[in-house]
């Protein structure tokens, strides 16, 4: 199947470095050795880049730096959104200022007209699960996209870029990125500049370099931005970085989705329920016979299980090497594959539902 890669769709087998190529963004190499305590940076996870040379600078120099993400209150908060979330807190780690920001407008414009439940889900899916995984908020910049800030200043310098920006952006270059477009898009399309660019106003952390997060069928959101934001003279923007990582699989094989419960294993599943999940829809790469297994071995590469270990589940990169030789080789087969990612999901699983538990008292506030 030929890929698609977009905001909106993924799908097909990805090549990513044809990624690199279409989307002109450059492989990430050669990193200070800080960078390889994340598994995701260290294991190639997080592939490409624009401009992120600069973040490099600021963590080995001890300069201050925004790290800038936003959340989309929609579904279960899974193993994919999970990656977002440790990338966030390990940039914190290194001293960043987080930016995160509910996408509520964006959500209400184009999924849910119900701002109650989109409140209810950010909160209750998303902000509880990060600070289960170890956000601290004392560092971190939260906000919905409805409601900036109690500051009026902040929250009037946060609306008005968004509709400054408006000027230096045309018509044909958004439906070129965004194809058939609606008003309420185009309203998203700017606020999410907006998010993007307004650390650096004179009302926030102004000047300072951002760096954003995200996945590769997200760059068309970071191409506009990146082009706007040097158009507009009224403010000098440092050029936004970002980087970008591979997807993780759902069970199925293609895009982990909120929306396909059967795709995906969210944080609030009972170690009961994974275990079903992977026995059941956990695409394999093995072989259809144990004696062709054992013959010609399995393929690690496509097998779900093996991939949910590589994007984290297994942090020791030593025994995870060994479960691909063993594999690849047909010593290990399928289902004792599955049986490690199970052991280790019923293991996190357990840690983590504890965590959510004292992280339910934080947020509620969010709320009252």
Not at 336 to 347: G, M, S, V
Request: with cysteine.
């Amino acid at each position: 199947m030929e890929a698609t890669v977009n905001p909106w769709e993924v799908k097909g087998k990805i090549d990513y470095e044809k990624l690199i190529q279409e989307f002109g963004l450059k492989p990430l190499h050669h990193l200070p050795e800080v960078f390889n305590k994340l598994p995701l940076f260290r294991r190639g996870i997080i592939f490409a880049h624009r401009d992120f040379a600069q973040i490099v600078e600021c963590v080995e120099k001890k300069k201050p730096f925004v790290m800038m993400t936003g959340l989309m209150p929609s579904g279960k908060f899974h193993f994919g959104h999970k990656m977002v979330a440790e990338q966030i807190i390990f940039y914190q780690s290194l001293g960043a200022k987080v930016y995160l920001t509910v996408a509520d407008i964006e959500a209400y414009n184009s999924r849910n007209p119900n701002m109650k439940e989109l409140r209810e889900c950010a909160i209750k899916e998303y902000l509880t699960n990060y600070i289960a995984l170890g956000l601290d908020l004392k560092k971190c910049d939260f906000y919905f996209q409805s409601k900036r800030s109690e500051d009026g200043k902040k929250a009037s310098a946060y609306y008005s870029l968004a509709n400054m920006l408006a000027r230096h952006v045309t018509f044909n270059e958004v439906k070129a990125i965004y194809g058939d477009i609606s008003p309420g898009k185009m309203a998203s399309a700017l606020l999410q500049a907006s998010d993007m660019l307004h650390p650096q106003l004179p009302e926030f952390e102004w000047p300072i370099p951002v760096v954003v997060p995200v996945g590769s069928d997200q760059d068309p959101h970071l191409r506009l931005a990146r082009d706007i934001s040097q158009r507009i003279k009224e403010f000098k923007f440092i050029q936004l970085s970002s980087t970008y990582h591979k997807f993780l699989p759902g069970l199925g094989g293609g895009k982990m989705s909120s929306s396909d419960p059967m795709s995906y294993i969210a944080l609030t599943d009972t170690p009961e329920e994974a275990t079903k999940k992977i026995k059941k829809y956990a695409f394999s790469g093995g072989q259809a016979t144990l004696e062709e297994h054992r013959k010609l071995g399995g393929n690690p590469e496509v097998d779900v299980s093996f991939q949910m270990l590589k994007y984290g589940l297994e942090p020791d990169d030593k025994k995870l090497q060994r479960i691909y030789n063993d594999y690849k080789s047909g010593k290990l087969l399928s289902g004792e594959l599955k049986q490690i990612a199970i052991d280790k999901l019923t293991t996190f699983l357990k840690e983590h539902q504890e965590k959510r538990k004292k992280a339910e008292k934080v947020v509620q506030k969010f709320l009252d």
